[in-house]
């Protein structure tokens, strides 16, 4: 009986150290390397592609305020351009900088409710603690309207977003 009762105890806790372990592999890049399956190389968006700091054409600095906005709030770019964004964190707590469509961004904020402990390490996202700056780095080779948002739970369906209209070249 005793042999029972200790092979059910393992057998809990190994399902509860399962379940703690899988959403910490299920966001970004470092996780996958962990396992030996890092991409080969920066993954095509709908709204873009991860740029490179040599190739970036302008700094658009961001400035995230204790209201729970972006400042700016809207960006204007040319298909091809690549921006290299230093978003600055000037409030009390943690806010995240998210490039996406606004349907990705929609459902990337509905998974942070069920999922708060989600961590973030993408080439079009950005944690920012209180008081620091963070770069994100992005070539837009698509035209369209897109955003960036704070994915922290609860903060993009309080309107913290902003918008990133790409024209195309013709």
């Known amino acids: 009986m005793k042999n029972l009762k200790l092979t059910s105890l393992g057998c809990v806790l190994s399902l509860?150290?399962?379940a703690v372990a899988v959403p910490a592999l299920a966001s970004g890049d470092k996780a996958h390397a962990a396992h030996g399956t890092r991409?080969?190389?920066?993954?095509q968006k709908d709204w873009g592609i991860a740029g490179k700091a040599k190739a970036s054409t302008r700094t658009v600095?961001?400035?995230i305020d204790k209201s729970l906005r972006f400042?700016?709030?809207s960006v204007s770019v040319k298909k091809g351009e690549t921006l290299r964004f230093v978003v600055t964190n000037r409030s009390e707590v943690p806010h995240e900088f998210v490039l996406g469509t606004t349907a990705e961004n929609q459902r990337h904020a509905e998974a942070m409710l069920k999922?708060?402990?989600m961590v973030h390490d993408e080439p079009h996202q950005a944690s920012i603690s209180p008081g620091n700056s963070k770069e994100v780095i992005w070539t837009f080779n698509r035209a369209g309207e897109?955003?960036?948002a704070c994915m922290v739970?609860?903060?993009?369906v309080l309107g913290m977003k902003g918008k990133i209209a790409v024209a195309g070249v013709r």
Do not use: C
């Open 16 to 18: 509860v150290l399962a």
């Open 153 to 156: 739970p609860g903060h993009y």
């Open 61 to 63: 600095q961001v400035e």
């Open 146 to 148: 897109f955003e960036f």
């Open 115 to 117: 999922n708060p402990q």
């Open 39 to 43: 991409h080969a190389g920066p993954a």
């Open 71 to 73: 400042l700016p709030s």
